[in-house]
């Protein structure tokens, strides 16, 4: 009777931790699988320029946006390799580009959609500011903050500490 206990036991753990392990490989490739189009390359958009990698990233935006022709994930990782490079224009139009799209698309309680927004003023209210263009810099600033204040409020003071 001991024995077949102990077989008894060790099969009960062996199925927990089969089980554990196929919720967790199932619940991996269901991230993948249900992805949007286009959020995996930008992504890889968003790895690569954080490498400093520019052109890698701009191919993975560009690619993100022939599957998804509006991802903003896209538009605002081309415009940050933009930024990056100091390629203002460039950067400006994908920015203003991603201004009107949102104020005309975003749902109102889109909290995604609002932060991004939100960066998107801000990050063009950076360029304004290089460009040494303040009051067109202050007023996308404070559109910025007006839209989401959480999104582009900087570290707390937790943060600094």
């Known amino acids: 009777m001991d024995r077949k206990e102990n077989i008894l036991k060790r099969f009960i753990v062996y199925m927990a931790i089969l089980t554990f392990v196929m919720f967790?490989?199932?619940?991996?490739?269901?991230?993948?699988?249900?992805?949007p189009p286009g959020d995996y390359e930008t992504e890889?958009?968003?790895n690569r320029?954080?490498?400093?990698?520019?052109?890698?990233?701009?191919?993975?935006?560009?690619?993100?946006?022939?599957?998804?022709?509006?991802?903003?994930?896209?538009?605002m990782c081309k415009a940050l390799i933009f930024i990056s490079e100091k390629k203002y224009s460039l950067a400006t139009e994908e920015l203003s580009?991603?201004?009107?799209?949102?104020?005309?698309?975003i749902e109102d309680d889109d909290k995604t959609g609002i932060g991004t927004l939100a960066a998107a003023y801000a990050n063009r209210g950076?360029?304004?500011?290089?460009?040494?263009?303040?009051?067109?810099?202050?007023?996308?600033?404070?559109k910025a903050l007006g839209?989401?204040?959480e999104a582009v409020a900087g570290p707390g003071l937790g943060t600094i500490i």
Request: charged share 30%; net charge positive.
């Open 49 to 75: 320029l954080k490498d400093k990698l520019y052109e890698k990233a701009l191919n993975a935006a560009n690619t993100a946006l022939e599957k998804s022709p509006n991802h903003r994930g896209a538009i």
């Open 97 to 105: 580009y991603l201004i009107n799209f949102l104020e005309n698309n």
């Open 44 to 46: 890889v958009c968003d």
């Open 126 to 142: 950076i360029i304004k500011d290089r460009n040494k263009n303040y009051k067109s810099a202050l007023k996308d600033y404070i």
């Open 24 to 35: 967790t490989i199932w619940a991996f490739v269901k991230s993948f699988k249900n992805r």
């Open 147 to 149: 839209i989401d204040h």
